[in-house]
C-alpha cells in the first residue's frame, strides 16, 4: 500500500495548525485512494506534545494529534527526545508511538513514501 508520511517539526503556530489539519484530511481520503497516512513529531513541535499552559493553538494541537491516534493514525515521536526530556509515559498515554527517528526516516525510504513536512 502506498503511504504519505506527514512530518511535523516546527513549532510556529501556522505549521501545528496546517499540519494535524493537513493529516485528518488525508485520513478522510486515505481508504478510498488506497493511501496508508502516518504521522511524525519531531524537533520543536515533539516539545509541544506535553508542553502546558502554552496557548489555544498548541492546546488544539494536541487534542487534534489524539484524535489522529484514536482514528487508527499511526503517529509517532522520537525516543530519545523523548527519554531525555523524561516525558514517555506522557507521549505514551497521548497515543504517541515512540521510535528512533533514524528508523522512521530509513523506513520511510525503504517503503517510498511521499513526505510532506510542516
Known amino acids: ?5 506527514v512530518f511535523i ?14 493529516s485528518e484530511r488525508m ?3 486515505a481508504p478510498d485512494a488506497g493511501v ?7 524537533g ?6 506535553t508542553a502546558r499552559d502554552d496557548g489555544e493553538i498548541r492546546e488544539a494541537f494536541r487534542e487534534q494529534i489524539s484524535e489522529l491516534a484514536q482514528r487508527g493514525v499511526m503517529i509517532s515521536a522520537c525516543i530519545n527526545v523523548a527519554r531525555a526530556n523524561d516525558v514517555e509515559a506522557a507521549l505514551l498515554e497521548r497515543g504517541v508511538r ?12 525503504h517503503e ?7
Open 9 to 22: 517539526f516546527h513549532d510556529d503556530d501556522a505549521s501545528l495548525r496546517t499540519g494535524v489539519a493537513v
Open 1 to 5: 500500500m502506498a503511504k504519505t508520511a
Open 98 to 109: 515512540l521510535d528512533f527517528a533514524r528508523d522512521v526516516f530509513l523506513r520511510w525510504g
Open 27 to 29: 485520513r478522510q481520503g
Open 36 to 42: 496508508e497516512v502516518e504521522v511524525f513529531v519531531f
Open 112 to 118: 517510498g513514501a511521499a513526505v510532506i513536512s510542516f
Open 44 to 49: 520543536p513541535a515533539q516539545a509541544v506534545l
